[in-house]
């Protein structure tokens, strides 16, 4: 099926960096999801996005729906060890019976 | 808010035989619950989608007659693995739809690993 491009697939940073990863579609979404999967569990809602220019900060995270509709980013801000896990992004396609599209998901490992 | 609960969270079962997956949104009434399987490092791949009351609408590809679906409440949905071989082993996970929340907004199961020997 159809999934996003997410970049990077990995991140290893060291406690207190920034961290930046977006996805991008080749198709127009509605909506943009941001997830975060511990190993093991399913995947937590971070962020929801629903307007084209739109950014919603959840503590230290940041995302913005990008102008064109067609990519999102996400940012972590000061990272620490607990931000560890796998990041998702989702896209809410109106044309596609209104399914969520999936990313593949950046892996962000921390060096304390 | 917006709690769902998976059961079991793991098990073990022996090939041939069915194993069934408990999906329950918590605190709120779930009109849609969708079923997922993650193989290890990939995304989430959708199984199937789950009207209350209704038959669910199966991906492409996935066979509707092997993973039986039910729905029978607004708060309860089940996964049925029937006749499960080893290449079924994974992990599933179910979400649900809050109806107060956006449309596109999914809550999610904890998951369940599945090992079939």
């Known amino acids: 099926g159809q999934q996003l491009n997410q970049s990077p697939q990995s991140m290893f940073i060291q406690e207190g960096e920034d961290v930046s990863m977006n996805c991008t579609s080749s198709s127009i979404f509605n909506t943009w999801l941001w997830y975060k999967q511990d190993p093991g569990e399913g995947p937590v809602l971070l962020i929801a996005?629903?307007?084209a220019g739109e950014l919603t900060s959840n503590g230290r995270l940041t995302a913005q729906f990008g102008i064109t509709r067609k990519d999102s980013f996400l940012n972590i801000s000061a990272s620490i060890p607990s931000d560890v896990g796998i990041y998702f992004c989702?896209?809410?396609?109106?044309?596609?019976?209104?399914?969520?599209?999936w990313g593949l998901g950046t892996s962000l490992a921390v060096n304390p | 808010g917006a709690v769902v609960s998976q059961h079991p969270s793991w098990v073990i079962c022996k090939s041939g035989t069915s194993v069934k997956i408990e999906c329950r949104s918590l605190d709120f009434q779930a009109t849609t619950m969708f079923w997922y399987r993650q193989f290890p490092k990939q995304s989430l791949m959708l199984m199937a989608t789950?009207?209350?009351?209704?038959?669910?609408?199966?991906e492409q590809g996935v066979e509707k007659d092997k993973f039986l679906i039910n729905h029978a409440s607004l708060t309860l949905s089940t996964l049925t693995v029937t006749s499960a071989h080893p290449e079924d082993s994974s992990f599933y996970i179910c979400?649900?739809?809050?109806?107060?929340?956006?449309?596109?907004?999914?809550?999610f199961g904890p998951g369940t690993r599945l090992t079939v020997t």
């Open positions: 979400s649900a739809r809050d109806p107060l929340a956006d449309y596109y907004e999914q809550y």
């Open positions: 789950s009207n209350e009351g209704s038959k669910a609408t199966y």
């Open positions: 989702a896209g809410g396609d109106a044309g596609n019976n209104r399914k969520l599209i």
């Open positions: 996005l629903y307007k």
